[in-house]
């Protein structure tokens, strides 16, 4: 579950997207539409719809409607209008005493990795909250951001989407990559891109600081004690940037 307190009211102006069929990129990675996941996974589905209710804007909705383009608003809040289902939440941020950012995405992949295996999950969808593109500020030539946008081209085979993605634990490493560096340094992406596993038991999604906003559904087996015996930290009260002192994040621009 999300804290409401925390929610920016800002939607960004996107372009209308290519809708997209389900497509296999290759045995670990496919392409899904967000109606097609929804429909399926009903924890996945309110918790977009709680979101999207939580970020509708009238006021922004009117600055549409000023440029005519009311369709483009509705077309990000696709989830807005959806049933929601009752379910319980087990809530935590955590994170890695690891301030090499060099190395951080192969060490968060690998405890992870670890992480899945104690809960048997092997299997995960990526969706955003709002139906925006993951492809982001392009202009931005700092290079682990640029080497995270061609690995993302490379598995959707586009320079667009919008839509999920469904992957197999061997292709975790590419999407922590994507995640890390999109997240921390392209401000203008879904500020919450989030990893389900496909089951509904587990969701995370990264914030620009490198730390996990945990959610788990109905159980919680992920207890504190477990989580540090794992090698997690728990993140209780203000949140701080695990790789600088300054706390200025390098690379991170905003779409002009």
């Excluded at 429909?39 to 009117?62: C, P, V």
């Excluded at 320079?159 to 392209?186: G, H, M, V």
């Excluded at 999604?205 to 996990?212: E, M, S, V």
Aim: with cysteine; hydrophobic share 35%; charged share 30%.
């Amino acid at each position: 579950m999300f804290n409401l307190l925390y929610l920016p009211r800002l939607v960004i102006k996107s372009p209308r997207q290519q809708k997209y069929p389900t497509v296999s990129c290759d045995i670990m990675t496919t392409l899904t539409t967000r109606n097609e996941i929804v429909k399926t996974k009903r924890i996945i589905g309110s918790e977009l719809t709680k979101m999207q209710k939580a970020f509708y804007d009238e006021e922004m909705l009117q600055y549409y409607k000023e440029d005519n383009e009311e369709h483009l608003y509705w077309e990000q809040f696709d989830c807005i209008k959806n049933e929601e289902i009752g379910y319980s939440t087990f809530n935590k941020i955590i994170g890695l005493h690891h301030s090499d950012i060099d190395t951080f995405t192969d060490t968060l992949t690998k405890k992870l990795t670890e992480l899945f295996k104690t809960l048997n999950v092997a299997n995960f969808i990526i969706i955003s909250h709002l139906k925006l593109d993951f492809f982001g500020n392009r202009d931005n030539k700092f290079k682990p951001l640029k080497k995270a946008y061609k690995t993302l081209e490379k598995i959707v085979g586009d320079k667009t989407f919008n839509e999920a993605f469904e992957f197999e634990i061997y292709s975790l490493s590419d999407f922590i990559e994507i995640l890390f560096w999109t997240t921390r340094c392209d401000p203008s992406v879904a500020e919450y891109i989030f990893v389900f596993d496909k089951d509904e038991q587990i969701q995370f999604h990264l914030c620009k600081y490198g730390n996990l906003h945990l959610t788990e559904y109905n159980r919680e087996q992920l207890t504190d004690d477990k989580l540090k015996e794992l090698g997690w930290i728990i993140i209780e009260g203000q949140e701080y940037d695990n790789f600088t002192e300054s706390g200025k994040i390098e690379g991170r621009k905003m779409k002009l």
